[in-house]
C-alpha cells in the first residue's frame, strides 16, 4: 500500500461516488431491463493479468454495474426498510475500512474494541434501554452485522442456559415461539442451533391486537407444551415488524417469560431508531424483563451497511455459549486484566471496527439531529396516510406505525374478487416505472402496498411524487373510475 497512490486513488472513488449521489434521484429505482446473466456477458471470463488503473475499473462500474442496480439510496426508494447511507456514515467506514484493524480480543485492538463498549452503551441510553443493558448495570452490548446474527447468538445462549439445567437430551423439547409477523430470521435461528422444526410455535395474531403477539393466544400455546412434557425456551418480541411495523406488548411478553422461564428477545431493527425520540418508547415499555434487545443502525440510523446492536443483560449466558480460547489469541500482556473480548459474543473470529462508523455518525449528527431525522420521516409517512385516507377510491389496510404506511386499491364493490389482482398490478406498474419502488405484504389475505418512508435523500417532495405516481398508474392498470 502506497500511501500516495493511497490518496489519489481514494479521492477518484469519492469523486466518483459524489457524482453518484449527485444523479442518483435521475436513475430508475429498479434497472429497468435486467436480465439474469446479464452482467456476466458484459464482463470478460478470468481476472486479468496484469491490474488495470482504478479510472478504467471506475469507468466499467460505470457502465456495466450501476445501470444494473437497484438505487437503495434513491430518495424515491420506498421498498423493504430503508438502508441509510449518511455522508457520516460513509466518513466513518472509511476510517474503519481504512484503519483496517480487527478487535477480535482486546489486546487484538484496544481502543476498537473499548470504543465498541462506549458506542453500544451511548446508543444504549439513546433508545432508552434499562441500566440493566449498560456495562455498568451488569449488561453490555456488541456490535454484529445483523439481527440473524444477533438472533442466533442469543438463541444459543438460551439454549445453553436451558441445557445446563436439564441435561443434554432435552434439546429435543425446547420450543421457541414467535408470532406470524415475526421476522422469518427466528426460525432460522432455531433451526441452526438444532430446535426440532416442530417445535417452533408461529402464534397467530390479528387486526384486533394490531397484529401485535396477543399474550392469551400464546399463553394457552405455552400451557399446552408445558402440559405436553415440552420446554418454553425462547420467546421473540418484535418492535416494529417487517410487514406491518406491528408493536408486541413487551412488557406483557416479559412477563410471560418470567413466568415460564423463557429468553425474551426483542427485536427491533426497524423501529428501534425511533425509540430515540421520547413518543415512541412506550412500544419499549418493559425491557427490563427481557433477556436481550437488537436494533440496526444500518436501517433508518444513517450508518451505512452493516450495523446491528445487540444488547444482553448477562453477557455471561452469551460469553459461555460463544467463547473458544485457543493459546493463539490468549493475550499474554494483560493476564488477569477484566477485558471484553468480542470473539465470545458472535460467531465469527474476525470482525470490523463497526463502532467508528456509529461513533462518527453520532458524534456528527449528535442525538436532536437524529431525533429531527426519524421525525421528518414520520411527518412525511402520516402525510401519505392522510392523503391515502381522503382518496375513497385507496384505503390504509393497517393503521401506520412510525414511518410505515401500508395502503391499498380499495374493493370496488362487496365481494370485489379483483382486488387483489389489481392491486398486484399497481405496484408492479409503479415499480416498471423506474419512478419509486415499493413492496407489499399480505395480511389477512390482503395483498397490501408497503410504502416505507426513511431514504437519508427522501424528501417531502419525492413522497408526494409517490402519490402521484400511484393515481397515474392506477388509472392505467384501469383500477380507478374517472376521479
Ligand atoms: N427483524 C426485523 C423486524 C426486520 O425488519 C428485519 C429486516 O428487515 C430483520 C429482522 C433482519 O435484519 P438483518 O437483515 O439485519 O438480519
Known sequence: L????????????????????????????????AEPGRLRTLLPDAPPEHGDPVDVILEDVRR??????????????????????STAGFAGEMLSTGLNVVPFVWAASPAATELEGVVVDWMCKLVGLPDRFLFSGGGGGVLHG?????????????????????????????????????????????RIIGIPPSNFRVIPTSAASGYGLAVDSLCSVVDADVASGLVPLYLCGTVGTTGLGAVDPVRQLGEVARRYGMWLHVDAAYAGSSLICPEFRDCIDGA???????MNPHKWFLTNMDC?????????????????????????????????????????????FRAMKLWVVLRRYGAAGMRAYIRRHVEMAEWFERTVRADRRFEVVVPRRFSLVTFRLRPRYEGDQEVDALNRKLLVAVNASGRAFMTHFVVDSKFVIRMAVGGAMTQMRHVRDAWELVKEKAKEVGALPSD
Not at 440473524?148 to 425446547?174: F, N
Not at 427490563?288 to 437488537?294: P, Q
Request: charged share 20%; net charge negative; proline share 7%.
Open 288 to 294: 427490563e424483563l427481557a433477556d436481550s434487545v437488537s
Open 146 to 190: 445483523s439481527t440473524c446474527e444477533a438472533v442466533v447468538c442469543t438463541l444459543a445462549a438460551a439454549r445453553d442456559r436451558a441445557l445446563s439445567r436439564l441435561g443434554h437430551d432435552a434439546i429435543l423439547r425446547m420450543v421457541v415461539y414467535a408470532s406470524d409477523q415475526s421476522h422469518s430470521t427466528f426460525q432460522k435461528g432455531a
Open 64 to 85: 456495466h454495474i450501476v445501470p444494473g442496480l437497484t438505487h437503495w439510496q434513491s430518495p424515491n426508494f420506498f421498498a423493504y426498510y430503508p438502508m441509510n447511507a
Open 308 to 352: 446491528c446492536c445487540l444488547w444482553v443483560a448477562s453477557p455471561a449466558m452469551l460469553t459461555s455459549a460463544l467463547s473458544s480460547n485457543p493459546e493463539y489469541l490468549n493475550g499474554v500482556s494483560q493476564e488477569g486484566a477484566e477485558v471484553v473480548d468480542y470473539k465470545d459474543w458472535q460467531i465469527a473470529l474476525s470482525r470490523p
Open 2 to 33: 502506497d500511501p500516495e497512490t493511497f490518496a489519489a486513488e481514494s479521492r477518484s472513488v469519492i469523486d466518483f461516488l459524489g457524482g453518484y449521489y449527485r444523479d442518483v434521484e435521475s436513475y430508475p429505482v429498479r434497472p429497468p431491463d
